[in-house]
């Protein structure tokens, strides 16, 4: 596997993770650093481990179906950037999701999310919103 | 100046831009490859570079009064991905923006922005709100 297919598969797990409610696994796949980062839909800026870790423990109780869909990669050295949609019963949002590649694998250390209103949704839309194939570039 | 100072100076560069409705330093402050990516607030993903400068023409017609605080740098090799509050009018978004290593400076080829909910921003806010001094780490 290439280094953008193994960054694209760390995406994949983060989700299965995610939909799952798989909180060991979650806690895994982020990076040990203590200055990872995340922004859920609609939440300030969680700028630490702990607090991101908490973040996920309290959102993992009760797991949304989220599907993750056109998941795409800019690779750059050990850093990979990964743009997605994520889709929650009929909610669509967009997602930013960066990897480092550490001694153990690709791990996420910044997590953001943002609803798409439907009004913008299709007019700004290039995407084929039901292609579940992930594209490198 | 370090990589992260002169990452976290295009950043600046970028909302001086943006609040000042200057498009050709915009222009100029995104990398020239045609795989940059953007997500306005609420907006869907805008997965190329027409798109992209399309949609700052746009909104730098008529700019907001938005300035950038609490900016951290992530450094890893050509890529820094910082992190920033965005304030306008009183309204407060978050934001990841990813800068490359260009031949002609740090360019910035992914911008998230979303809006920060009033009821979420105190419970969640570990960061000072009105402290302005980037850091990094």
Redesign the interface.
Same mark, same amino acid.
């Given at each position: 596997m290439t280094d953008a297919e193994m960054a694209l598969a760390a995406n994949e797990e983060f989700y299965r993770a995610f939909a799952q409610g798989d909180l060991m696994a979650m806690d895994t796949l982020w990076s040990g650093d203590d200055?990872v980062?995340c @922004?859920h839909?609609?939440?300030? @800026? !969680?700028?630490?481990r702990y607090?991101v870790l908490q973040?996920w423990q309290s959102i993992l109780a009760a797991p949304p179906p989220v599907e993750c869909r &056109?998941a795409?990669v800019?690779m750059?050295? &050990?850093?990979a950037?990964v743009?997605c949609?994520e889709v929650i019963v009929g909610d669509?949002l =967009?997602a930013?999701n960066?990897y480092?590649l550490e001694e153990d694998g690709w791990k996420i250390?910044?997590h953001? =999310?943002?609803? @798409? !209103?439907a009004a913008?949704?299709d007019p700004? =839309?290039?995407?084929a919103a039901n292609d579940p194939s992930p594209s490198i570039?």
């Open positions: 200055d980062t @922004i839909p609609g939440w300030d @800026i !969680l700028g630490d607090s973040s &056109n795409r800019r750059s050295g &050990n850093v950037v743009i949609d669509a =967009a930013t960066v480092v250390c910044h953001h =999310a943002s609803q @798409i !209103l913008v949704r700004v =839309a290039p995407q570039h």
